[in-house]
């Protein structure tokens, strides 16, 4: 049987829930901030599917891009 990746729900040090996306090889390519209850984590892995179909990649690294790592946003 094939591996997949995986979301996996845990709860951090401050008790809050978090969840990690995990390769079929074991190495977390990704970790979410904390929420305040499971159902909100399982709505946000959710989106995050919806979202990740959808979205376009934008090369960054490309002359005359712009670079927003350091902009500052509110969720």
């Known amino acids: ?3 997949k990746p995986k ?3 845990f709860r951090d040090e401050n008790k809050e829930f ?3 996306l995990k390769a079929v090889n074991g ?3 990704l970790q979410s901030e904390g929420y305040k ?3 909100d984590a399982k709505d946000t ?3 995050l599917g919806e ?3 959808a979205a376009e990649i934008v090369d960054l690294t490309k002359k ?3 670079n927003v790592q350091n902009r500052v946003c509110c969720s």
């Open 51 to 53: 979202l990740a179909l």
């Open 7 to 9: 979301f996996e729900i």
């Open 18 to 20: 978090r969840f990690r």
């Open 1 to 3: 049987m094939a591996r």
């Open 64 to 66: 005359g891009q712009t």
């Open 45 to 47: 892995i959710k989106k």
């Open 37 to 39: 209850t499971k159902d």
């Open 27 to 29: 190495e977390i390519i």
